[in-house]
């Protein structure tokens, strides 16, 4: 009988994680301390055929900046999940926040409401800024379930963050739906209310 070594030495040592490399800007999208599940995580996607032409948007968590691409083109068919942690499925789900599919960008928002995680409000603000209504009632939803220790030390570190938030929910009530909503009944202002409430310094009155 003949044996393999290679085989033999491969069982004894953890497969490496092989990552794409359109998806390595996305380790930026995630604190260092958490890289090693970051990797992890992205090793199960695909390529991005678009990821060096999309700009990204970047947040302060804890004083770290983060680099989170506007959007990304994964196929989803081709994901693999089942090696993950929890934990690192929720670094997936975060990314596919950001998905070119709004029903993509909802079904995974709807796995990151709850988390208590620092750097999920840099994805679930930005959603809360874009022009998908049923997005943003979705968040509007589930306020109630947001960590607001978590929330109000994300707000703190990124006033122009929010700000610029806030600009982006005023010009889409403005171009989309000011003949039909009022403007204290849209959703939209209503997360931002949200937000300036657990912050001391207001970053965008409300009438």
């Not at 359109?22 to 199960?44: H, K, Q």
């Not at 409401?113 to 968040?139: M, R």
Request: hydrophobic letters at 35%; a positive charge; proline letters at 4%.
């Amino acid at each position: 009988m003949k044996y393999s070594w290679a085989g033999f030495w491969s069982a004894l040592w953890p497969r490496k994680e092989v990552i794409d490399e359109t998806n390595l800007p996305l380790v930026r999208a995630f604190p260092t301390e958490i890289e090693g599940d970051v990797r992890a995580a992205l090793a199960c996607l695909p390529c991005d055929p678009h990821s060096l032409r999309i700009g990204s948007y970047t947040v302060n968590v804890r004083g770290e900046t983060l680099s989170i691409p506007y959007r990304v083109y994964h196929d989803i068919s081709k994901i693999r999940l089942r090696a993950l942690s929890q934990f690192q499925v929720e670094i997936v789900n975060c990314i596919l926040s950001r998905h070119r599919d709004g029903f993509v960008r909802q079904r995974s928002l709807e796995q990151i409401l709850g988390s208590k995680h620092t750097w999920v409000p840099a994805f679930v603000i930005q959603l809360a800024g874009e022009y998908v209504v049923e997005i943003l009632e979705l968040i509007d939803r589930n306020l109630d379930s947001f960590d607001s220790q978590t929330y109000s030390e994300f707000v703190t570190y990124n006033p122009q963050f929010v700000e610029l938030t806030a600009q982006r929910i005023e010009s889409y009530w403005d171009c989309y739906y000011r003949r039909r909503t009022k403007r204290a009944d849209y959703v939209g202002f209503k997360i931002l209310r949200y937000l300036q409430n657990l912050s001391n310094k207001k970053t965008h009155q409300i009438d």
